[in-house]
């Protein structure tokens, strides 16, 4: 009996109920423009990151030393510093170079740079450069012409220069200034040759610091002070004690003495003070004088006259100097200048030898007169 094959049962595929959509990646490639514009941003976004950080963030350099010898580790130890120092330097504003000319034919005046602050040391190599040539820097006793009060300015008169806080000028205005014969008697001194010296005491006194406390004494036949005791200085002290000196010029005298013979001549009666001048200019008391600036207790005393004292002998007046010195705190120096002197060189000299200070001497046709 012939068997028949029963069919095989096929299970029909489930078929989801109601619409199906597109997927998420369907949906990107529908909308291509949009998915491109996406990707550009990231890339762009990544990339600007990517640059900011690589510029801002800036590597620290560090200095290796070169491999090798001793000599390379130190020429590169050498090399840090002295980049060290140009860094530490680089902020510091160039100096101002000053533009000249040597041509005649310029048309422009280029006017004069300012004067810019330099550190300058004052040597003295046992010499001192003054206007009339070189001057002794030191005392007899090799210390330096300064003077013992410590610190101060500098002076300098007639190129002999010292340090002092406290100083009296001690200046001769006798007749014998302007009337005598130098030693060598080849110049006739009159009113032009002591206004040579006047002229540097008005260019000292100018330069006397506002620190500092000062007098003048004028002495001849009469000694006078500018003040009897020290007086600080400042620009009208300075004025008067300038006037003062030049009130007591001997030179003064002999344009008295003129006018009144003018005036007896004329038929007028002596009279004033231009018949009777009231400073005796005939003599040279430097004995009083030196008393007068010792009363005054300074660092240093400037000393300038022609000739011999004419009020104690030589000897006895430099050893009251050295009794007086030992009255004051510390010693004074005392610098001396002969101008143009008829006598008296070896008491000069002295007198600045004893008292640790320098001397100089005047001659013809070594100051301006």
Same mark, same amino acid.
């Given at each position: 009996?012939?068997?028949?094959?029963?069919?095989?049962?096929?299970?029909? $595929?489930?078929?989801?109920?109601?619409?199906?959509?597109?997927? !998420?990646?369907?949906?990107?490639?529908?909308?291509?423009?949009?998915?491109?514009?996406?990707?550009?941003?990231?890339?762009? !976004?990544?990339?600007?990151?990517?640059?900011?950080?690589?510029?801002?963030?800036?590597?620290?350099?560090?200095?290796?030393?070169?491999?090798?010898?001793?000599?390379?580790?130190?020429?590169?130890?050498?090399?840090?510093?002295?980049?060290? $120092?140009?860094?530490?330097? %680089?902020?510091? /504003?160039?100096?101002?170079?000053?533009?000249?000319?040597?041509?005649?034919?310029?048309?422009?005046?280029?006017?004069?740079?300012?004067?810019?602050?330099?550190?300058?040391?004052?040597?003295?190599?046992?010499?001192?450069?003054?206007?009339?040539?070189?001057?002794?820097?030191?005392? &007899?006793?090799?210390?330096?012409?300064?003077?013992?009060?410590?610190?101060?300015?500098?002076?300098?008169?007639?190129?002999?220069?010292? $340090?002092?806080?406290?100083?009296?000028?001690?200046?001769?205005?006798?007749?014998?200034?302007? =009337?005598?014969?130098?030693?060598?008697?080849?110049?006739?001194?009159?009113?032009?040759?002591?206004?040579?010296?006047?002229r540097e005491v008005t260019r000292l006194i100018q330069?006397? =610091?506002?620190? %500092?406390? !000062?007098?003048?004494?004028?002495?001849?036949? =009469?000694?006078? /002070?500018y003040k009897a005791t020290l007086t600080a200085v400042?620009?009208?002290?300075?004025?008067?004690?300038?006037?003062?000196?030049?009130?007591?010029?001997?030179?003064?005298?002999?344009? &008295?003495?003129?006018?009144?013979?003018?005036?007896?001549?004329?038929?007028?009666? /002596?009279?004033?003070?231009?018949?009777?001048?009231?400073?005796?200019? &005939?003599?040279? $008391?430097?004995? &009083?004088?030196?008393?007068?600036?010792?009363?005054?207790?300074? =660092?240093?005393?400037?000393?300038?006259?022609?000739?011999?004292?004419?009020?104690?002998?030589?000897?006895?007046?430099?050893?009251?100097?050295?009794?007086?010195?030992?009255?004051?705190?510390?010693?004074?120096?005392?610098?001396?200048?002969?101008?143009? /002197?008829?006598?008296?060189?070896?008491?000069?000299?002295?007198?600045?030898?004893?008292?640790?200070?320098?001397?100089?001497?005047?001659?013809?046709?070594?100051?301006?007169?």
């Open positions: 009996m012939a068997v028949t094959a029963k069919p095989k049962a096929v299970k029909p $595929r489930a078929v989801p109920s109601g619409p199906q959509g597109p997927s !998420f990646l369907q949906k990107l490639m529908t909308r291509k423009f949009l998915f491109i514009s996406l990707l550009l941003h990231v890339v762009f !976004f990544v990339a600007a990151g990517y640059f900011i950080i690589t510029k801002q963030t800036v590597g620290r350099k560090k200095f290796m030393p070169p491999p090798g010898s001793a000599e390379q580790a130190r020429a590169g130890a050498e090399h840090k510093v002295s980049l060290g $120092r140009k860094q530490s330097t %680089m902020s510091a /504003p160039e100096q101002a170079k000053r533009v000249t000319t040597n041509s005649a034919l310029a048309k422009v005046a280029l006017p004069e740079m300012p004067e810019l602050p330099s550190a300058t040391t004052e040597v003295f190599a046992n010499r001192a450069i003054g206007m009339g040539g070189a001057g002794s820097a030191f005392g &007899a006793t090799g210390t330096p012409g300064g003077g013992s009060g410590g610190g101060g300015s500098g002076i300098n008169f007639f190129g002999l220069r010292t $340090r002092a806080r406290n100083i009296v000028l001690v200046v001769d205005v006798s007749d014998s200034m302007i =009337d005598g014969v130098s030693l060598n008697g080849k110049v006739k001194k009159s009113d032009k040759t002591y206004a040579g010296l006047e330069s006397l =610091d506002n620190t %500092m406390q !000062f007098s003048v004494v004028c002495f001849a036949g =009469d000694v006078k /002070p400042n620009d009208a002290e300075k004025n008067r004690a300038i006037q003062f000196v030049r009130e007591h010029s001997p030179a003064t005298k002999l344009i &008295a003495a003129a006018r009144a013979s003018e005036r007896e001549a004329a038929g007028f009666k /002596p009279s004033g003070p231009a018949a009777n001048p009231t400073f005796n200019h &005939a003599g040279t $008391r430097a004995g &009083a004088a030196l008393d007068l600036a010792f009363a005054m207790s300074p =660092d240093a005393i400037l000393f300038v006259s022609d000739g011999v004292p004419t009020d104690k002998v030589d000897k006895l007046l430099l050893s009251e100097v050295a009794e007086k010195q030992k009255q004051l705190p510390k010693p004074a120096i005392i610098n001396v200048v002969a101008y143009l /002197p008829d006598n008296g060189l070896k008491f000069m000299e002295d007198l600045a030898k004893q008292n640790q200070g320098s001397f100089r001497e005047i001659v013809p046709g070594q100051w301006s007169f």
